[in-house]
């Protein structure tokens, strides 16, 4: 077996350390004690309060995920009323969803309890706020290439909301 070259190396490890923050992250909001919303529900609701209503198909190309399994998702969130259905829309006569005021004040509710996890990984690094924002940029940067990549464009709200997809058109 050959030794891996430097990029080689690189590419492992900016891959374990991607790892390890996902694993951080989730783990800094703690159990989901006062969180009432599943990962899916959570993520769709982020994207339907920063703009216009959308349809499944949609919704599908922006989380690059099969109608059916959005579709899915978005049954379950109807029935405990987060997300309502608007019939028959401009957009070729398909049905579009937002969120309703339960489901955008749910998300806020998680939202918080997720900002304060992060805040805690932030503390726990002892990063200044000019270290923080560095972190930041970069991921921005890094995103905003993943998505030109996938042929989406991403408003990521301007740091009042959370990343938020838009398709591409």
């Given at each position: 077996?050959?030794?891996?070259?430097?990029?080689?190396?690189?590419?492992?490890?900016?891959?374990?350390?991607?790892?390890?923050?996902?694993?951080?992250?989730?783990?800094?909001?703690?159990?989901?004690?006062?969180?009432?919303?599943?990962?899916?529900?959570?993520?769709?609701?982020?994207?339907?309060?920063?703009?216009?209503?959308?349809?499944?198909?949609?919704?599908?190309?922006?989380?690059?995920?099969?109608?059916?399994?959005?579709?899915?998702q978005m049954s379950a969130m109807l029935?405990?009323?987060?997300?309502?259905?608007?019939?028959?829309?401009?957009?070729?006569?398909?049905?579009?969803?937002?969120?309703?005021?339960?489901?955008?004040?749910?998300?806020?509710?998680?939202?918080?309890?997720?900002?304060?996890?992060?805040?805690?990984?932030?503390?726990?690094?002892?990063?200044?706020?000019?270290?923080?924002?560095?972190?930041?940029?970069?991921?921005?940067?890094?995103?905003?290439?993943?998505?030109?990549?996938?042929?989406?464009?991403?408003?990521?709200?301007?740091?009042?909301?959370?990343?938020?997809?838009?398709?591409?058109?």
């Open positions: 077996m050959t030794e891996p070259n430097e990029q080689e190396r690189r590419l492992g490890d900016l891959e374990r350390e991607l790892t390890l923050l996902s694993r951080h992250f989730i783990a800094s909001r703690g159990p989901r004690i006062g969180q009432s919303l599943d990962r899916s529900a959570y993520v769709l609701l982020t994207r339907l309060e920063t703009g216009e209503p959308l349809t499944l198909k949609e919704l599908a190309h922006t989380f690059q995920a099969d109608v059916s399994t959005i579709n899915r029935r405990h009323g987060l997300v309502e259905r608007i019939e028959a829309t401009a957009k070729g006569g398909a049905r579009t969803f937002r969120p309703t005021p339960l489901g955008l004040e749910r998300l806020a509710a998680d939202r918080a309890i997720s900002r304060a996890g992060a805040a805690r990984l932030i503390e726990a690094a002892g990063w200044s706020p000019e270290r923080t924002q560095q972190f930041l940029t970069l991921m921005i940067e890094f995103n905003h290439g993943i998505e030109q990549l996938e042929g989406l464009a991403w408003d990521h709200g301007g740091g009042t909301g959370g990343s938020s997809p838009r398709t591409a058109g």
